[in-house]
């Protein structure tokens, strides 16, 4: 460890953090409508979708226009991913992807999780890339920001009947938002050497003689969204570890700040939307010291190395396995542990490499239900949620029925909750358990022991939680992968999102009780550790058996100079 | 009932009903109600079950025989703390039992002739039928005084020996079964049918026999239900986990992480503290009709109270003296002194008080001394003493009789004293003015820290009182309270509670007559006074048997220690898991991997001897905690974010830490017997 490492991290958290008021603030005004410097292209795609913006939606139609938006974008990627082969912009003549491999990416691709069991360079095109992938990324990213905004709304006034309209805000979020930051990103993703080009493979003759095909595309824009819009789906197998993608340490140092941006700011916005900014300081001070363990953890890990390694002299300073020279350890801890405390996914070193304590990082982050700060819009639901548990439990010692932001929290809404929190560990624990039942899942790990374990837990872990990142020794295109982690996918994103929008349905109609000194307060310190413990004994506990027979045992294995 | 005197925590007889009901509440199709104690049956039974097979194949049985006891064990604690809480109940629904009799009720057969009648047993008394009941009769049931004029002793109810009087017509026509008329006679139609009168509701109540979980409690309930499936979920996986690392766990040690993790504290102990809850209130002599009741009580936002009795005393009493100009004091305290040595009234004795007290002056009757009572035609009173006249009364009255008009600072001291709400009085001797009493309600002492505490726990104090706007003001500055409302009625009490009620907030009040009928069916929390209508009392969901007004506050405080008893239980349980962590799985994970070892922080002696003071401790702590749960949580009016930080740092920082220490004990006592070490 060295003090620039750790000047780095302050950095991140210093340019993410002061720029979430701001960004927060704004967030705030498009999605109450107050932003309009692109009123003329927003009423346009109105009337070219046929949407009445006047249209406020109950929580149902809210719910049911996400999950058919979702379908139909399903299966529009679906058949693109399908048909590449004979759609435009193909210069490599890319084949169609096979049905069970389209599946699983379709489906990853609309739930903003972008688990990538194929590999891109070889078996997808660029205009599948650009008018499927990029697009999705956009459209997830908005739709995820919509559920939140739906959510947000619910609690700033009582005896509310509608959530708003969730084609006005994916509009006006891609419009406002997601387009014009991902837009200036590019330019100077290309500026720094990124390609954002048509042309096919470039080939280059080397200095042995011999000729190498070098991956190249339409990547600057995609590479913006993908980070801004968490979704982690790299234009390159490699991900933000491919030069390609991601050439320079300032490069590394945006393409962070992009994947934490809105997640921070989202709390803000909240704040903005109660008109009680203090409340979104609370959560997202509590998203921050979460994220803040965790880049101090995994940092620590790396740096501290493998013990092996070190006895060997291989070595002297950290784990530099699966790491770039360029980043450094720092930068790529931080990297991969905003990717993984997001719903992002993205890495720029591979987790696989990590020690086990380090790897261990971004698997508990994502099992804590991806909350610091989570996915574009999710992480903030997510982080509602614990805040409805914690006050429900802690609550009561005030001696008042638990109210949240002035919302009663009752029976319905609890139920609600469980619900969503028994689908992720059903997933998560259940799917691990049965892929390690069958051959066709053993015969998936890469590595022995506990590391294969921690190989299999991470993947459901990562699909149910819509991260998208991975253990790269695991080979996910099998039958029970692709159509498991599909389904983990799908429930993990909507078997989630649509309790809580139904506990928004229910917390919205409910009156808004004005606060009193006799209201347990939810704006200050007390609180923020209160959730932080509540995140971690509600969210966490439950995985820690499964944590300790992977990473942790090959932890202690390692040292004892055991390895997989 | 006698002013329940607290039955005594644990009391032999209670604790040996509860032995053998605890028992019978093992019945599974009983305990599914609350489903982590059920999960925990469940378990126990098959580890039992696993017992007896490695008995029958002769393999080593013995860790699984004392885990399955320990397992048995936390259930029967949960079934004994609910069996407690029952059994205190019982014992106070059994007092109350003793005054429900065997009596016969003398049943009219023409309500308008009292002569002829039929004997007829009270039970088979039916609403509307029309009963007598005279002197030395004991009242056969609920109902409504339709002629006559009693006194009645109802310490059976209220546990107040003082006789009250009955009669037809207006706020005190309701007579309560079980009670005994004194004097006189009454004519009473019964208003409700046996079994169901007012007492044998309250019967039932405090039996817990009609309880049913409150919105809270459900709430709860799901929570702990979800916990419960998650942790199956994280157990049943685990196996898979372990055929993967080539370890089969055996069932007796899944079950004892299983249930070390599942909230078995709060679990076992969340109805124990609803019965608890209620039957605070019962010791209060307050009975509330549901235990939705008791907790809406802890959520009230706005209390209204009524003025005289509650915030004040009721009586004006003299206040001060303000001379008139050219006046001594002393002369003047004397003569109001003297004014007032034949008056009896409250008012009167309040000034020869003040005189004494502040003045030092407490003359004689002087011989020949004769009072003069008030009289409404001079609407003055007084004293003759032969050679002086002395005189009290209304400003008017004193200028219009005397005619001593005196000076214009008189009779800005006058306005003044009006202007604060309180009265004037004018004194005069010979005919000569002497100066002013300031006769004013007299807020009670301390009720003002009352309502400041309250208003630190976020609970509004609206006064209601009949006076004018000008009188209540004044008042209600001085007793300190949020807000009033002046010159109440039926109408306006119930238009206020609807305003506050719409702003989302909850409504308290105490009433006791027929026209507060309407408002206490609209408050959240309405409680009735005994000694009032039967109307109010049906409109209530509380009925306070002292019928004491200032009550309101203590309910509101019992309410909310029910909550928080709850919450920090559920803390408390919730925060335990950690340790049970740190405690099962380096011994579970050991056989597997022995670096695990290095998890075992608490450094417990062996595997066996972990998972078990781990089964221990979960088992003990129920039965250590059931004395918290029926007398609950100490409420303190010190603002919620005080209380949390308290609260939070005791049941969440010490259910953390507490394990720890309580598990490494058992095992250190294991170790030295032994026992799987």
Redesign the interface.
Known sequence: MTLGGWLYIVLVFALVLGAAFPLGRYIAAILEGRVTWARPVEVAVYRLAGVDEKRAMRWQDYAIAMLLLSFIHFLLLYAILRLQYYLPFNPLHIQGMAPRLAFNTAVSFTTNTNWQAYAPEQQVSYGAQMLGLTVHNFISAAAGIAAAAAVMRAFCA?GLSTLGNLYVDITRVTLYLLLPVCIIAAVYLVWSGVPMTFAGNATAHTLSGAVQSIARGPVALQEAIKEFGTNGGGFFNANAAHPFENPTIWTNLLETWLTLAIGFALPIAFGHMLKDKAQGRALMAAMAIILALGCAGAYAAEAAGNPLQIQAGATANGNWEGKEMRFGIPASTTFDVAATGTSCGAVDSFIDSYTPLGGAVPLFLMQLGEVAPGGVGSGLYTIIVFAL?SV??????????PEYL?KK???K???LA??A??VL??FI??G???S??TASG?GSLANA??HG?SEMLYGWTSATENNGSAMAGLSADTDLLDYGLGAAMLFGRFAFMIPILAIAGSLAAK????P??????TN?P?FVF?LI?VII??GG??????D??GP??EQ??L??GKTF | MAKTAAIALFSPGILRRAALDSVIKLNPARLIRNPVIFVTEIIAGLVTFSAAWSIHSHAPAAFAIVIAAWLWLTVLFATFAEAVAEGRGRAQADSLKHTRSDTMAKLLLDPRDRVLFKPTPAADLQKGDIVLVEAGDLIPSDGEIIEGLASVNESAVTGESAPVLREAGGDRSAVTGGTLVISDWLVVRITADAGATFLDRMIALVEGATRRKTPNEIALDILLAGLTLIFLIAVVTLTAFGAYAGTRFSIPVLAALLVCLIPTTIGGLLSAIGIAGMDRLVCFNVIATSGRAVEAAGDVDALLLDKTGTITFGNRMAAAFYPAAGVAMRDLAEACALASLGDDTPEGRSILALAREQHGIAPQMPPGGRAIPFSANTRLSGLDDGTSTYRKGAVDSIRNTLGAVGDAAFTETAACIARAGATPLAVAANGRLLGLIELKDIVKPGIKTRFAALRAMGIRTIMVTGDNRLTAAAIAAEAGVDDYIAEATPQNKLDYIRKVQAQGRLVAMCGDGTNDAPALAQADVGVAMQTGTQAAREAGNMVDLDSDPTKLIEIVEIGKQLLITRGALTTFSIANDISKYFAILPAIFVGTYPQLQALNIMHLHTPESAILSAVIFNALVIAALVPLALKGVKFRAIGAAALLKRNLLIYGLGGIVAPFAGIKLIDAILGLFHIFS
Request: charge should be positive; charged fraction near 5%.
């Open positions: 009582g548990f429900f439990v802690a609550g009561l010692m005030v001696g008042r029925t002035g929290v009752q029976a809404e609890v139920k469980m619900l929190v028994l560990t059903g624990l259940g691990t358990a049965l390690l039942l053993l022991g506990p374990f009156p808004k009780l004005p009193s000194p006799g209201t347990f307060p200050g007390l209160l413990g004994i509600l506990l439950q995985f820690l058996p499964a300790t027979l942790l045992a202690f294995l040292q004892a």
